[in-house]
């Protein structure tokens, strides 16, 4: 087993995240088969309790482990599943040795750091390098390892240490640091400088680690005097420099470093040189080129309530990209805070009130994600009514779906306090309830979790047509309510159809309003499987019936939107790609691929 690791410096968010996904692409175009190991710090055992606000969105596995966002950017890079464990905290590292000195298993050792939890660290790494991710039975070839942070972080510390010994462990060969840091440029001078790169390497060093190869993030491409002071003063051959500059979407990311032949320095290290081919990149360097010729757009309201982090639904958008794009379509998100839709702001804040409305009554499509809480709900809930009421499309994940079957029964069914005992524990009729088997005193996963069955109902609903016609589907979930069994009759005798239901038959999976051109509910996370070039079906319907809407919009014989279906095999057609000219980037850095476009966001080749 041959180990890249990837470190970060001077700051954080600089992108270790993309450019760990893009060495894995750059070496599976090398022929090797690869797998993904993503280390954080942080004494949580898992990401599972996070706030989005702390740390972005929590991405679900087919094993049900609530992990770093980042394993997303590995899965859809490179097409793999990976588990719970490809995600190491220091919180699992302690839970694992302090569960071995209670038991004995160090015979009466003092547990330290060292050697303890550095070999703990190790021995993880090793075991989980070589479980097969990609569908095949044997370990892949490399590995790469993202250690989360910026060196110098004391929650790191450890982990540094381990890594250093690990170096040791497998050997000369075996083993290639990949140190991404910032070459900031001062505007008072105008000059790119290295000194802060410079001071990460030696801290670097000095903790045992030792580059083999620097990547540098800057607005521009580098100097050729700026490649050789970091080459003198880091010890890093002048080639094996790489330059990742900003660029117009991170599918250049992978091309950047073909280019500058960093897999050659890769392999080198790697003593792989004789073993591989030259990349193959032809279907990305096509996909990066589509995107230039996309004009025409769609526009989707995001309605919810982390919209002031894009990084709080990161694979809602990565999957709204995959489905717009295989439709040539330019992605714009128009960011709809839930609590502005609500009548209590049009009191407080009646400037905010009308943006949000004016957002919302210009989208092509309305989507509520999944979430947590009773803030911005009753936004929510308007949203979903309007879009049923003006056939507008709509899609409803986790809570969203949650939201729109209270919103029916209030509306329709004229039941004006029922809820979700979520918002309202003593609720007396309540239409979405507690799941019996959940736990009330713990919060970290006890939902339910992971990739569950569910089985289609009707035949020939728009769902089933996304999907292919097929009798199931797997898919992730992450929720800990579910709309109430016995309401199912009541609501479905009003009109609403649940199409989708678990293997019991009494857990509510996707619900329909077929009356309507597209309004879809799923409990389920179907975002968390959508892969560029295999957009997720019920993306791909949302964003079909968008496109639809606009048109008939925009036709002079305008008349009541169809959705047209029966497109959809499985997955969506081949991705393709676009780019707007005049974007301004998030906090979060270029290499994320969100933009921020007029009254939206625009998506622009985030993977």
Same mark, same amino acid.
């Given at each position: 087993?041959?180990?890249?690791?990837?470190?970060?410096?001077?700051?954080?968010?600089?992108?270790?995240?993309?450019?760990?996904?893009?060495?894995?692409? #750059?070496?599976?175009?090398?022929?090797?088969?690869?797998?993904?190991?993503?280390?954080?710090?942080?004494?949580?055992?898992?990401?599972?309790?996070?706030?989005? !606000?702390?740390?972005?969105?929590?991405?679900?596995?087919?094993?049900?482990?609530?992990?770093?966002?980042?394993?997303?950017?590995?899965?859809?890079?490179?097409?793999?599943? #990976?588990? *719970?464990?490809?995600?190491?905290?220091? +919180?699992?590292?302690?839970?694992?040795?302090?569960?071995?000195?209670?038991?004995?298993?160090?015979?009466?050792?003092?547990?330290?750091?060292?050697?303890?939890?550095?070999?703990?660290?190790?021995?993880?790494?090793?075991?989980?390098? *070589?479980?097969?991710?990609?569908?095949?039975?044997? =370990?892949?070839?490399?590995?790469?390892?993202?250690?989360?942070? &910026? %060196?110098?972080?004391?929650?790191?510390?450890?982990?540094?240490?381990?890594?250093?010994?690990?170096?040791?462990?497998?050997?000369?060969?075996?083993?290639?640091?990949?140190?991404?840091?910032?070459?900031?440029?001062?505007?008072?001078? +105008?000059?790119?400088?290295?000194?802060?790169?410079?001071?990460?390497?030696?801290?670097?060093?000095?903790?045992?680690?030792?580059?083999?190869?620097?990547?540098?993030?800057?607005?521009?491409?580098?100097?050729?005097?700026?490649?050789?002071?970091?080459?003198?003063?880091?010890?890093? $051959?002048?080639?094996? %420099?790489?330059?990742?500059?900003?660029? =117009?979407?991170?599918?250049?990311?992978?091309?950047?470093?073909?280019?500058?032949?960093?897999?050659?320095?890769?392999?080198?290290?790697?003593?792989?040189?004789?073993?591989?081919?030259? $990349?193959?990149?032809?279907?990305?360097?096509? &996909?990066?080129?589509?995107?230039?010729?996309?004009?025409?757009?769609?526009?989707?309201?995001?309605?919810?309530?982390?919209?002031? #982090?894009?990084?709080?639904?990161?694979?809602?958008?990565?999957?709204?990209?995959?489905?717009?794009?295989?439709?040539?379509?330019?992605?714009?998100?128009?960011?709809?805070?839930?609590?502005?839709?609500?009548?209590?702001?049009?009191?407080?804040?009646?400037?905010?009130?009308?943006?949000?409305?004016?957002?919302?009554?210009?989208?092509?499509?309305?989507?509520? /994600?999944?979430?947590?809480?009773?803030? +911005?709900?009753?936004?929510?809930?308007?949203?979903?009514?309007?879009?049923?009421?003006?056939?507008?499309?709509?899609?409803? %994940?986790?809570?969203?779906?949650?939201?729109?079957?209270?919103? !029916?029964?209030?509306?329709?069914?004229?039941?004006?306090?029922?809820?979700?005992?979520?918002?309202?524990?003593?609720?007396?009729? /309540?239409?979405?309830?507690?799941?019996?088997?959940?736990?009330?005193?713990?919060?970290?996963?006890?939902? *339910?979790?992971?990739?569950?069955?569910?089985?289609?109902?009707?035949?020939?609903?728009?769902?089933?047509?996304?999907?292919?016609?097929?009798? !199931?589907?797997?898919?992730?979930?992450?929720?800990?309510?579910?709309?109430? =069994?016995?309401?199912?009759?009541?609501?479905?005798?009003? +009109?609403?159809?649940?199409?989708?239901?678990?293997?019991?038959?009494?857990?509510?999976?996707?619900?329909?309003? /077929?009356?309507?051109? !597209?309004?879809?509910?799923?409990?389920?996370? $179907?975002?968390?499987?959508?892969?560029?070039?295999?957009?997720? =079906?019920?993306?791909?319907?949302?964003?079909?019936?968008?496109?639809?809407?606009?048109? &008939?919009?925009?036709?002079?014989?305008?008349?009541? &939107?169809?959705?047209?279906?029966?497109?959809?095999?499985?997955?969506?057609?081949?991705?393709?790609?676009?780019?707007?000219?005049?974007?301004?980037?998030?906090?979060?850095?270029?290499?994320?691929?969100?933009?921020?476009?007029?009254?939206?966001?625009?998506?622009?080749?985030?993977?």
């Amino acid at each position: 087993m041959k180990y890249v690791l990837v470190t970060g410096g001077v700051v954080s968010g600089l992108g270790k995240g993309v450019t760990a996904s893009s060495i894995g692409v #750059l070496l599976k175009a090398c022929g090797l088969r690869v797998t993904s190991i993503k280390i954080d710090p942080y004494l949580n055992t898992d990401a599972g309790t996070m706030s989005p !606000f702390e740390h972005g969105e929590v991405f679900v596995l087919d094993d049900g482990g609530e992990v770093d966002l980042d394993l997303g950017n590995y899965e859809r890079f490179l097409d793999i599943k #990976l588990t *719970r464990d490809n995600n190491i905290t220091t +919180g699992k590292i302690y839970q694992s040795v302090i569960e071995k000195e209670r038991r004995g298993d160090y015979l009466g050792k003092t547990v330290q750091v060292v050697p303890h939890i550095t070999d703990a660290i190790q021995d993880w790494i090793e075991r989980v390098a *070589r479980i097969p991710v990609d569908g095949k039975e044997e =370990p892949a070839d490399v590995c790469v390892i993202e250690l989360g942070g &910026t %060196i110098g972080d004391i929650e790191s510390m450890p982990f540094i240490e381990a890594l250093g010994q690990f170096s040791y462990r497998v050997g000369p060969g075996n083993f290639c640091l990949i140190h991404v840091s910032l070459i900031p440029v001062l505007n008072v001078v +105008g000059e790119q400088k290295t000194k802060p790169t410079q001071h990460s390497v030696r801290q670097l060093r000095g903790l045992g680690l030792t580059p083999n190869l620097l990547a540098c993030r800057s607005t521009k491409e580098l100097d050729d005097n700026v490649k050789a002071k970091l080459a003198q003063f880091c010890h890093v $051959p002048l080639s094996n %420099i790489v330059a990742l500059h900003d660029v =117009p979407n991170i599918w250049h990311i992978p091309l950047l470093l073909k280019d500058q032949k960093a897999h050659e320095a890769i392999l080198k290290a790697l003593d792989m040189l004789s073993v591989t081919t030259e $990349p193959n990149l032809k279907d990305w360097i096509t &996909t990066t080129k589509v995107y230039n010729d996309c004009h025409e757009n769609v526009r989707i309201a995001m309605v919810g309530k982390y919209t002031g #982090l894009s990084d709080a639904y990161l694979s809602v958008l990565k999957a709204l990209l995959h489905a717009a794009v295989a439709r040539d379509r330019k992605l714009i998100v128009d960011w709809v805070p839930a609590g502005d839709l609500e009548d209590v702001t049009s009191e407080q804040d009646p400037d905010a009130y009308k943006a949000a409305w004016e957002l919302l009554k210009g989208a092509h499509g309305v989507l509520v /994600p999944g979430g947590f809480g009773d803030r +911005g709900v009753q936004g929510k809930i308007l949203a979903a009514k309007y879009a049923r009421e003006n056939n507008v499309p709509y899609l409803g %994940i986790c809570l969203g779906m949650q939201i729109a079957v209270i919103e !029916f029964a209030r509306s329709i069914l004229g039941l004006r306090d029922t809820t979700s005992t979520e918002f309202d524990p003593e609720a007396k009729n /309540p239409c979405v309830i507690f799941m019996p088997e959940g736990s009330k005193t713990h919060m970290g996963g006890t939902m *339910r979790l992971g990739s569950r069955r569910t089985y289609f109902q009707v035949a020939d609903c728009k769902s089933a047509q996304l999907y292919g016609n097929v009798s !199931f589907v797997d898919e992730r979930h992450r929720h800990r309510y579910e709309v109430n =069994p016995d309401m199912i009759s009541q609501l479905e005798s009003a +009109g609403l159809s649940f199409v989708g239901k678990d293997e019991t038959g009494s857990r509510m999976e996707i619900v329909e309003l /077929p009356s309507h051109p !597209f309004f879809i509910g799923v409990q389920f996370h $179907p975002e968390f499987k959508s892969r560029p070039g295999k957009p997720s =079906p019920v993306f791909s319907g949302l964003i079909a019936a968008a496109c639809e809407l606009k048109r &008939t919009v925009m036709s002079p014989n305008y008349g009541h &939107t169809k959705l047209t279906n029966g497109i959809y095999n499985g997955h969506s057609q081949v991705l393709k790609s676009h780019q707007n000219g005049k974007s301004f980037k998030t906090t979060n850095g270029s290499l994320n691929g969100i933009y921020m476009n007029g009254n939206g966001v625009h998506v622009d080749g985030s993977v």
